[in-house]
């Protein structure tokens, strides 16, 4: 028999708040309501205030991406600026034009011609402070300066980089905050689904559990095989395994019927379940924070039928250095 699967992430979580009180709102009737007045009540002032948590990680997370992008051009650009007037220098030294012990002023070392190579903002953050300081004090020195670029040039391009990781910094407190707030919420969450779902179960009960679980989905409750249960068309529509090209399952994959606008995540085998569905030719998508969407335009739905998707996931390729 098919068992329950409570929510395990904020989407689920969402979904099964936001299913419950559309359902609720959209019944005329309050006597076909499965809820007790006192679990409305309850739903009535949780599920908004959740959405509104939610839409702050959202938005939070948005501006911590917009500002990622920009940060890395910002670095990208302030290492090819730092690294080039340290290579103006140590070219400088080879032509004779500067002396070996001029190194010392950038922190390098004297009887090395090497330059650091900047891949990390702590790098780019060390060495661009290093450079910048170690050309004022050669050039207080009586140095002739370096032109190629100047100084003047790469301050700018330091300090973009700078104010951009300190904003950067910021952002992602106020995201971490966010999250935080949503976390502490989980638990009475949680206590208000198992409630829902209990209380459902308890209404639509009356003796046929397939029948129950057909209109205890309706109202958001999530049912997936027990182990070693074959699934049956009664109860399924749609299923699948998520994983990579060498069949290692993924757990936590996002699984979207885009027409249906319902979701689902996948379990540590990779598994996921989807209700009975309307007949129809629906577009599947799957995402996972760190590998590539898969779309999967075309699925057909049939009635008294199970479809099975098997979707493999790509790991996102690695930005090439700079």
Same mark, same amino acid.
């Given at each position: ?5 409570? !929510? ?57 991406? /917009? ?12 290492? +090819? ?20 012990? /001029?190194?010392?002023? +950038?922190?390098? &070392? ?5 330059? &650091? ?48 990781? #300190? ?5 992602? =407190? ?12 989980? &638990? ?7 409630? #829902? ?33 074959? &699934?049956?068309?009664?109860? +399924? ?39 009975? #569905? #309307?007949?129809?030719?629906? =577009? ?12 999967? !335009? ?21 930005? !090439?250095? !700079?």
């Amino acid at each position: 028999m098919p068992r329950r699967r409570l !929510p395990r992430t904020n989407d689920e979580r969402n979904a099964a708040l936001t299913r419950a009180k559309e359902r609720k709102d959209d019944t005329v009737d309050p006597t076909l309501i499965p809820y007790t007045s006192a679990t409305i009540t309850k739903l009535d002032l949780a599920q908004p205030q959740y959405v509104l948590k939610l839409g702050k990680v959202a938005a939070a997370l948005s501006q911590q991406a /917009d500002s990622t992008a920009k940060v890395t051009e910002w670095r990208t650009l302030a290492s +090819y600026f730092v690294a080039d007037m340290l290579e103006a220098m140590q070219r400088a030294v080879r032509r004779k034009t500067f002396v070996p012990s /001029d190194r010392a002023y +950038y922190q390098l &070392p004297v009887g090395e011609a090497q330059t &650091p190579r900047l891949r990390t903002d702590a790098e780019v953050l060390e060495w661009g402070q290093k450079t910048l300081q170690g050309e004022a004090d050669r050039v207080a020195a009586g140095g002739a300066p370096i032109t190629f670029p100047s100084a003047a040039e790469v301050q700018t391009a330091f300090n973009d980089f700078k104010q951009g990781n #300190l904003q950067q910094a910021a952002l992602k =407190t106020v995201y971490d905050t966010a999250q935080q707030v949503v976390q502490e919420a989980n &638990p009475d969450v949680d206590k208000l689904i198992l409630k #829902l779902w209990n209380e459902t179960e308890t209404f639509f009960d009356e003796g046929d559990k397939a029948s129950m679980r057909r209109k205890a989905r309706e109202w958001g409750v999530v049912y997936v095989p027990s182990q070693g249960e074959t &699934p049956l068309p009664e109860d +399924y529509s749609l299923l699948g395994t998520a994983h990579l090209a060498d069949g290692t399952p993924l757990a936590n994959v996002k699984v979207t019927v885009v027409e249906l606008g319902i979701d689902t995540t996948t379990d540590t085998d990779g598994s996921f379940y989807f209700g009975v #569905l #309307l007949p129809g030719t629906y =577009t599947v998508v799957a995402t996972l924070e760190g590998y590539l969407d898969v779309t999967l !335009p075309g699925t057909i739905i049939s009635e008294g039928a199970i479809t099975e998707l098997n979707i493999v996931m790509k790991p996102v390729p690695p930005t !090439p250095e !700079p």
